[in-house]
């Protein structure tokens, strides 16, 4: 019986835990780090105060586990899709693998798309202790560069590594922008239509 009840608090624990971090998420793809506030986190997990204090020690310990978390969801999904490119992908495969997890994103919406979302915000301002996860972020650069060296081979490292930075900064742009709510009511092949040929051109360059 005691051991029934050290189960029940255990999952009840987890699933405060797990609510706290899908309300931060929320609140963090709506306004980022600066514009979410305590309460309405508890508030939004239907939680206390104490359980922030208990789970994380601090909103702002909250806030940075949700980003890590988020960030390395996004990073993940992106990897997979890299490292499925054949050697001889073209530009147009990669742009395509490249801007899958945003596409996806903007067709599943709900937490998909708060994920999303919350990546673009730390892209335009990353947070401290990003560098976690850095060997992630130039695992994906480096198959990105990978192809683009194959079919670009006139053109150096460092503008290949401009060029998808500008890739990546253009999608994160989509998920904050008016035009992102546009294209998550849009059908998912059109999404791609209009997507992956302006994807391909930023990793193309002038010629």
Request: proline fraction near 3%.
């Amino acid at each position: 019986m005691r051991q029934e009840k050290t189960d029940l608090r255990r999952e009840a624990g987890q699933r405060t835990r797990d609510d706290l971090l899908t309300a931060a998420l929320g609140l963090l793809a709506e306004r980022g780090q600066e514009g979410v506030t305590l309460r309405e986190i508890t508030q939004n997990a239907g939680a206390n105060v104490a359980a922030v204090s208990y789970h994380f020690g601090s909103l702002k310990a909250l806030c940075e586990v949700t980003i890590e978390h988020a960030l390395e969801r996004y990073l993940d999904a992106q990897i997979r899709e890299l490292d499925a490119l054949a050697e001889t992908a073209t530009l147009s495969e990669l742009a395509e693998a490249f801007a899958r997890p945003m596409m996806n994103a903007l067709a599943a919406g709900g937490r998909e798309l708060a994920v999303m979302r919350t990546v673009a915000r730390v892209g335009i301002d990353p947070p401290e202790g990003w560098e976690r996860l850095y060997g992630k972020f130039e695992q994906a650069r480096q198959r990105a560069l990978r192809v683009l060296a194959t079919n670009l081979p006139e053109v150096d490292e460092r503008e290949l590594v401009f060029r998808v930075r500008c890739a990546a900064g253009m999608l994160n742009w989509l998920a904050l922008a008016p035009i992102g709510t546009e294209l998550a009511a849009e059908p998912a092949d059109r999404v791609e239509r209009m997507l992956i040929p302006v994807v391909t051109g930023a990793f193309r360059g002038a010629r």
